[in-house]
DNA sequence: GCAAAAGTGTTAACTGTACACCCATGT
DNA sequence: ACATGGGTGTACAGTTAACACTTTTGC
């Protein structure tokens, strides 16, 4: 039915574009996301996802690279992906414009230094955000939970030495429930992500004995656990 | 590096951006691809994915699918999902276009009617393609495999009724390898994916017992084997 | 009866959870 | 000694691939 497919080169309409960072951390027990308050209309005060149009000439990946480092030290992003783009024209009612989101993780150590309007926000409380936002958000969480199932991910969020119980409480707060160590160490190891380091932490006043600590073997996103149904049983080893 | 973040409303860069159908279907032991062969420069002459400009107050599936209702009978595709956005400025040598590529499955029964300039290519042996289709396409591939493993995806690419056998081809085409029909009867039956329709397919003259006819349970995507790792074990029944 | 195709039973391997138990440390 | 937290052993349940075997048809 719509009329033509006015397809010429110069007259097609043209959109703003931006690429957009959903950079989660783990500390404190909370999984927070780097957020910014807004300076100007629409949605002033509010909060939002730093974010920024593309410039000619650069990808989206490195625009959200660009956004990111113009507010964090970017050499602490350990994990970035693209996570899916919005569309919707009434998305942000000031102008139309095309967002493309990307998932960002930084080790739980790390604590870069923030600007004033900037801030971690916990996750399990988030005000209300500015567009589209915090649907956003929804959905960089809900993949995240699903690549800690099975890749290493894992390594991008925690530190990059650690015990089994550090490690566990990162994964069950990311998680938003409750793991059990035993058994995140025999997945992971049997996985092979995990790796001694030879070290081992000092116990609380309280005692107990010394903890292991790990590293993890890779520090580049792996499917760990490819999907295994259907699949023919080749053994390898 | 760059000098300004010129996010002024009024003077940001803006780009065409098009949305763009990976649509598959199998037939004759084949996977293949809808595409459409190029009538100018550049690339005039090569194949390509269908694809067009986003219009004004349209989202980009809605493009996807009017690109794909002025190709094929719209109402056979099955599901569609988005995939992901490519932006690497030279990739439209005539002008900067972003592209946001969807996946769609047309089932195998359905062979619409297709214009002179159109085709479904095999996607075993691809041709040359313009752009970065032909890389578009295989990331649209590694979707589809994936989601036939963890969800019940296989009711677009199926028949509205099938036997076992059939079904197994489907799934060992669009997987690129040999499957089991026994053992896919066992995994999509226990997660409740099939339901026997009651009917049974007469036996070639070859002679052979009767298969029964089965049909999909539900034909919208459902996720049937969420990632199981590192989940309490809740018993549900 | 016999070949052919469909469908079921059974086994073995592997993965992951739960839980009991042992280990190493501080006080 | 004993409390505390770390780590291992073991049992059990669920899932899946492989394969033998039975069932139902045409000729």
Redesign the pocket.
Known sequence: MPPAQNDRHSQVARYRHEALGVVFRVSDHALSVLCWQRLREPFEGAWALPSGPVGPGETLGACVARQLASRVDITKIAHLEQLETRSDPDRDPSQRTIATAYLGLVPSTADPHLPKSANWLNTTHLPAMAFDHASIVQSAIERLRSKLSYSNIGFALAPPEF???QLRDIYATALGRD?????????LQ??GQLEPTGA?A???????????RFRFRHTQLEIT?PF??????D?QT
């Open positions: 015990t089994i119980a793991i059990s160590a035993t058994n995140l160490q025999r997945v049997r996985r081992t000092h116990p609380s006043s309280a005692g107990g004995r010394p903890a292991a656990d295994a149904v259907l699949r023919p049983a053994r």
